[in-house]
């Protein structure tokens, strides 16, 4: 028997005898601790298999099997699932203290800068900074009213996009013609500027990247299986550094740009300028860095572009 044989038979023991030792003990834990009725699920996958292609379907007949309250495995991590609305009011409202953190998945460590961004972030001062920024200056009813006549705005815009169309005999796209308005919105609110209004260069690479960011923000197994994230058995990881990088470079040319031109938004500041005069000036109040603004700006961009498809959809559908 060659050494590499040898090798590998005694790594495979080692293998399994660490992974009937951990299953024993996990059950043994388990079975002491009173948790909600699920499905038991498949070892080390746990229900990922059964989810299906719509995971929400399976989740709903689940929940009649099981009730409002149900926990899996989905790989080796503990999941609970609330499926009605009085459950869902219990984790997100009367005990969302014990449910403000977020796990650690590679697209918020690898694409939110570290998970230094709204979304992701950790709870403390700095979230509590994240969220009464974007409340007050971009999600607020305040901030609403006054961005009123940005949403009218691009509203025309996609009128006139569309009478053209019809002009020119061509095919009225409803969807992408709502996703384009909706970023735009985000973009005007954000960065005083339409993303997708000029037809340059800067803006297709910003297209090309949201795309390749919701072609890569699927289920990576390495989230749910971390013992083998290592291993980016997907090579998402490797996907997620490389669109960072383009991203990173983007979102420091737009805050060096936007750093420039400052002088003339005076009096009507967007939601980047408040963000950057939160960036430590003052040693004696919570401060933002340079990566959270650029994480910031990554979800209020990005983020909504990804979200605004669903959007654009179910107006689509009602139209018809």
Not at 48 to 73: D, E, Q, R, S, Y
Not at 201 to 220: A, H, Q
């Amino acid at each position: 028997m060659t050494f590499d044989a040898f090798f590998l038979r005694e790594l495979g023991v080692a293998v399994l005898i660490f992974c009937i030792s951990h299953f024993f003990m996990r059950s043994i834990t388990t079975n002491s601790i009173h948790l909600p009725p699920g499905p038991r699920g498949w070892p080390i996958l746990g229900v990922l298999p059964i989810l299906g292609t719509m995971p929400h379907v399976t989740l709903t007949n689940m929940a009649k099997k099981f009730g409002p309250i149900m926990f899996f495995k989905m790989g080796t991590c503990d999941t609970v699932v609330a499926s009605s609305p009085d459950t869902a009011q219990a984790f997100l409202k009367a005990l969302d203290h014990n449910f403000l953190d977020r796990p650690t998945i590679a697209g918020s460590t690898h694409l939110g800068y570290n998970a230094q961004d709204l979304v992701f972030a950790n709870y403390g001062p700095k979230w509590k900074l994240l969220r009464k920024l974007a409340n007050q200056h971009m999600l607020g009813g305040r901030a609403l009213h006054d961005w009123a006549h940005v949403r009218a705005s691009e509203v025309k815009h996609m009128l006139k996009a569309m009478q053209g169309c019809a002009k020119e005999g061509e095919l009225v796209v409803v969807g992408d013609l709502l996703s384009c308005a909706i970023t735009n919105m985000v973009s005007q609110v954000v960065l005083s500027q339409r993303i997708f209004s000029n037809k340059g260069l800067e803006s297709k690479e910003f297209k090309d990247m949201v795309v390749e960011f919701m072609t890569i923000s699927g289920v990576n197994i390495g989230d749910f299986v971390p013992c083998i994230a290592w291993m980016d058995l997907q090579g998402v990881v490797g996907k997620m550094k490389r669109l960072h990088k383009r991203f990173d470079v983007f979102l420091t040319n737009i805050i060096e740009e936007h750093v420039k031109s400052s002088h003339e938004r005076k009096g009507k500041p967007d939601f980047l300028d408040i963000v950057m005069t939160n960036n430590g000036e003052d040693p004696s109040q919570e401060s933002l860095s340079l990566s959270n603004i650029k994480a910031l700006l990554l979800v209020h961009v990005s983020f909504f572009s990804f979200s605004n498809a669903l959007v654009s959809l179910l107006i689509t559908y009602s139209l018809l």
